[in-house]
């Protein structure tokens, strides 16, 4: 006997079949002696209508009552599944949020979790009945309805996972694991069927947007089991798991890349200490996440800064730079909104030279011109022009032996 | 100043434009200086999708499910209410039945409002804030959410200012008063400025869903200052009040009219005491309800017994009225769902004799032959025949003087 926590995305419960279907492969876990708590997300497209309505009432509006509106989806499916539960005899009862309690701080729309009690949930799932969990939602400490943001159920589901000490927490979902890359663009792409907590971080904050990358962070601290599978085929998935638990390590293990990109360069930065902060604290300031970073080296006391930021952020980070122009020091600004971030990940480039060599190398043979780089310890991105993603995605997977044989 | 609740149906609220409208409303009650609390109900087809949902998922749902499930559409337009008073500079904030709390007793899906926690709300109405509260729903003591039954949004209103002890209570629907009959099937029908909670009520249970029932009763018990009016045109709508209140009061104030009934004829029961209960016992199990009862003089020793229950139940009643056949005795059944009640109603019958008899006479004028008849303090009931139902209500109308002139 174990205990599991299964999530099901928007997609996997978008419909009365499909949640039909949710509660077969609950009904399956149950079957097999195991103690289950589910937590879903809402029908797809319910919470964007959600989102909308709050839009279309007020362009800045209140996030507690943003919460209190956009919470409502899931409230709806974990009811409906605890119906479907107990039609097939299975004892069952849906938690709101706010029932649990899941704890969260005050962060309205964007809330982390505290803490969640756990007390009678685990009463309830030793006595038999399967806890259907609301993500996403959480209660404030002002005792008003909490959301995590979006994609935050993944996240509900490992800190719940956590909370209970489960023995697995898998995330279903439409795609059916963690795959070397996007299998639309690189039709070699193979399916991992293990990947480390490290890895799954840095390809989510990377846009291969499988899993919540807090969600990650959570269950790398806490060690949760997690599996990444699909709710519509019955076959395995990935397993994000720890360092030591895979044996056969790639040195580049994935090939991610994300489109969501903008390119600012700044000409003829005067170079004296404390300029960053001058450009960077502006930005900051104005909620601009800027990303990549590179300084050239200095000519007579100027130097030129490139750095890239989210594309739909660009407009916004212009009117920044125009307005803070002359204090910055800068003669001329250039800005595209044309490149992509590819990047190669790997644990096992801690322990591999030449690992970005070969990337820099296989990128140049195809006439790709590299504009700005970036390495962590298991990850080197470089932005390219968008018109070469699917050519530098194929040769790069090529390269590192990823290609299914 | 003044402390009022308004409540919007659903109707009032069933898309953004309207909501602002609701908004608009609101506002000029706050500009008049008055401390408000609103009521909402949710958008309207969306409480009926909730429920389709709930009937899909299983025949015999789980109430407590149930109410997780429909209570979610309130909790999206009073968020959005919410949203919009706040972006038109008035502080407000939502509420859901939990947080209030309303606390209910735990029978789901048709609870009964127990006690309504007033003090955040008064303090916060003091000082200036509109509270925005989910209707329809309240918390048990489960710690779970309840539902007050369809049409329970008039109810969490009624409840509310009786708690709240307001000023007054303001029903916004879509139609702007209350009327001496559906002026749908009589032209002449004209709008009510006052009618007493007792005819109120007879009108709400015989069909005139202006108002739910139970909220009529639970304004007559408060002394609920209640006012029902259109959320769409600015005109004064129907007072409901005190007896006291209404100078000039008429025989007869409103002909309503249920198309919602059958009738069971059961011929040569045998006439011997207990039978009555042999026959409605079983019923009543079956939660059929049974409303006019007639028994003919008994010719030796045999009785006809005729009776009228919900159309919607008549095939379940033929079933329990089958299976009892034998114990109760009867010779034969006929039965009906051809068949209309009308009602003239009015306070003034207390007072007034032959009010009845110009019923029966203007009828037997027409034509119209009764079935059955039932009489109350303040109503006259007849079952007849359904396709009469335009020309009793026209003709019964201007017997008693309601025409509009």
């Not at 293990?253 to 604290?281: C, M, N, W």
Request: hydrophobic share 40%; proline share 3%.
């Amino acid at each position: 006997m174990a205990r599991i926590v299964q999530k099901f995305g928007g997609t996997s419960v978008a419909n009365m079949d499909r949640i039909r279907n949710v509660a077969c492969l609950v009904k399956k876990e149950v079957d097999a002696g195991n103690q289950v708590a589910v937590v879903l997300s809402a029908m797809s497209g319910v919470t964007n209508q959600l989102v909308a309505y709050c839009q279309d009432a007020a362009q800045l509006y209140d996030p507690c009552e943003y919460d209190a509106v956009v919470s409502t989806g899931e409230q709806v499916t974990v009811g409906l599944l605890a119906i479907l539960l107990q039609s097939m005899g299975i004892p069952a009862r849906s938690w709101a949020g706010w029932q649990v309690p899941i704890h969260t701080d005050d962060a309205h729309s964007r809330a982390r979790i505290v803490n969640i009690e756990t007390d009678q949930i685990l009463s309830r799932m030793a006595a038999g009945e399967v806890s259907v969990v609301a993500g996403f939602q959480g209660i404030g400490p002002d005792g008003r309805v909490t959301t995590l943001g979006r994609g935050g159920s993944d996240t509900s589901a490992v800190a719940l996972a956590a909370a209970l000490d489960a023995d697995r927490c898998d995330i279903y979902t439409d795609v059916d694991g963690v795959y070397t890359t996007d299998p639309r663009i690189v039709p070699k792409a193979r399916k991992l069927p293990r990947v480390t907590y490290e890895e799954m971080l840095e390809m989510a904050s990377l846009g291969a947007k499988v899993l919540q990358t807090r969600s990650v962070e959570m269950a790398m601290k806490y060690r949760v089991n997690l599996q990444v599978r699909s709710s519509f085929e019955d076959i395995p998935g990935t397993l994000v798991c720890d360092e030591e638990d895979i044996v056969e390590k790639e040195v580049v293990s994935g090939i991610a890349y994300s489109r969501d990109e903008a390119k600012v360069t700044l000409q003829g930065v005067k170079d004296h200490p404390g300029v960053a902060a001058t450009i960077f604290g502006p930005l900051a300031e104005n909620n601009i996440n800027v990303d990549m970073i590179v300084q050239n080296v200095s000519e007579q006391g100027h130097t030129d800064l490139t750095f890239t930021l989210p594309r739909t952020d660009l407009p916004r980070a212009l009117d920044v730079l125009e307005k803070i122009r002359t204090v910055a020091g800068y003669r001329n600004l250039t800005h595209s909104d044309t490149v992509v971030k590819v990047s190669i990940i790997g644990v096992g480039m801690r322990t591999h030279a030449g690992v970005a060599q070969k990337m820099f190398s296989t990128l140049a043979e195809r006439g790709i011109n590299i504009l700005v780089i970036s390495t962590s310890e298991i990850k080197v991105s470089v932005l390219i022009e968008e018109e070469y993603t699917e050519l530098a995605l194929r040769a790069l997977h090529t390269a590192y032996g990823l290609d299914v044989h």
